[in-house]
């Protein structure tokens, strides 16, 4: 299989294969740049149709995380692993062993963390193979919540910050009485809208399963929606918290907001997507950058002198950083997904 001459390959410094038979395990490892510091990336599982597909996604992702870290002023580099398999029905102790023994062979230079299909447990058991794996023993909370390795809160207050330093860009005010339209009520959308709520928005919310709905309706007062009007809704703000590629095609017409900012990895589903919001004066909050309190949250874990007011204070940079994207976007006439990818291409290109 060819990987210099794969499409998603760009310039990464090591990928690396890894079979373990009798473990079941068939994973790969790709580091993209560590010139800020060593690569960190969380661990997926996911039941790939083939290896050529995990290569595309472990490239993909990876340089994505490059990006992720030096939006965030991290000292981090970027990473990421993939494991062939249904996390469902496939995974054992023995896999998450020698996945143990396959991160700790990089000897520092990538450290793995939770993704989709793997959870705190399965950390713990690669922990006890390798020191670098992050996620697990976590001391520092930015919401008082008890930590246990989950970084959904960080993620959220981070999310909360970005979306209330785009709403004074674009519109000038605070959040009281705003509107926000939320899209998925589950770990980060659900602490998120108790942000809002407190904040004084009005809050619009929807998801495919009704737990997290009825709570946001019940404790927080929110007005449920329909999963396929969240995007039409005559709303400030749509914050997206639920998957990938939600402004699209079908969704971009009818959008109403004049914000967008939210949780989700990959939300637009092209990059053209990014000039089309600039010309119908849409303001969006480039994901990668404002979804980095998890990062950030992994990152101070590890810190052994680091606290909940230290962490919290380098979330709260993440409404500094977007201010600098849409400065330089009004400057540039660009849009605010491609200004962030220049940004972070400067700081981790001049490091080089
Ligand atoms: P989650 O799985 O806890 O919540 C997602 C919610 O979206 C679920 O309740 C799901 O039912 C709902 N959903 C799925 N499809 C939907 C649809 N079509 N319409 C409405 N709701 C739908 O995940 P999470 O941890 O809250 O993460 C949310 C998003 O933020 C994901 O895209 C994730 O990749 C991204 N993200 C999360 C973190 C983190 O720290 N958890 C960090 C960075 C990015």
């Known amino acids: 299989m060819s990987v ?17 038979e009798k473990a079941g395990l068939s994973a790969i490892i790709a580091v993209h740049n560590t010139n800020l510091g060593p690569a960190l990336g969380g661990c997926r599982m996911w039941p790939y149709i083939n290896s050529a597909e995990a290569l595309t996604d472990v490239l993909r992702l990876s340089k994505g ?35 143990g023994r396959f991160v700790d062979s990089f000897n520092g230079s990538y450290f793995t963390a939770e993704d989709s299909g793997i959870a705190v447990t399965d950390l713990q058991t690669m ?6 794996i992050a996620g697990v023993n ?15 809160p960080s993620t959220a207050y981070g999310v909360f910050v970005g979306l209330r330093a785009t709403v004074e860009q674009a519109l000038g005010q605070g959040l009281d009485g705003i509107s926000v339209a939320i899209q998925g009520m589950g770990h980060v959308g659900y602490r998120l809208a108790q942000h809002l709520k407190q904040a ?6 929807t998801d495919i399963f009704p737990e997290g709905v009825n709570k946001a309706v019940e404790e927080l007062g929110a007005t449920a929606v329909a999963p396929e009007e969240i995007y039409n809704l005559d709303v400030d703000v749509i914050a997206p918290c639920a998957l990938g590629a939600s402004i699209n095609d079908e969704t971009l017409p009818t959008i109403k907001a004049k ?3 939210g949780a989700a990895n990959n939300q637009l589903a092209r990059e053209e997507m990014g000039d089309l919001l600039r010309q119908r004066g849409i303001l969006y909050a480039p994901d990668y950058v404002i979804n980095a309190g998890g990062v950030i949250d992994i990152f101070h874990q ?11 204070a380098h979330i709260e940079q993440i409404g500094v950083t977007l ?9 540039e006439q660009a849009p605010t997904n491609r200004v962030a990818n220049i940004i972070a291409e400067e700081r981790f290109q001049s490091k080089g």
């Open 4 to 20: 210099f001459d794969h499409p998603e390959f760009d310039n990464h410094e090591h990928v690396s294969f890894y079979h373990d």
């Open 127 to 132: 922990a006890k193979q390798s020191d670098y």
């Open 323 to 331: 201010k600098e994207i849409y400065s330089r976007a009004d400057d």
């Open 200 to 205: 004084g928005a009005r809050l619009y919310v």
């Open 259 to 261: 914000v967008i900012a």
């Open 302 to 312: 590890r810190m052994p002198e680091s606290s909940d007011e230290k962490m919290r």
């Open 138 to 152: 976590a001391k520092y909370h930015v919401a008082g919540e008890v930590p246990d390795g989950n970084p959904a």
């Open 65 to 99: 995380m490059t990006y992720k870290s030096a939006m965030a002023n991290l000292e981090l580099g970027g990473g990421k692993s993939v494991i062939i398999g249904d996390p469902r029905k496939a995974k054992t102790t023995e896999m998450m062993t020698a996945m």
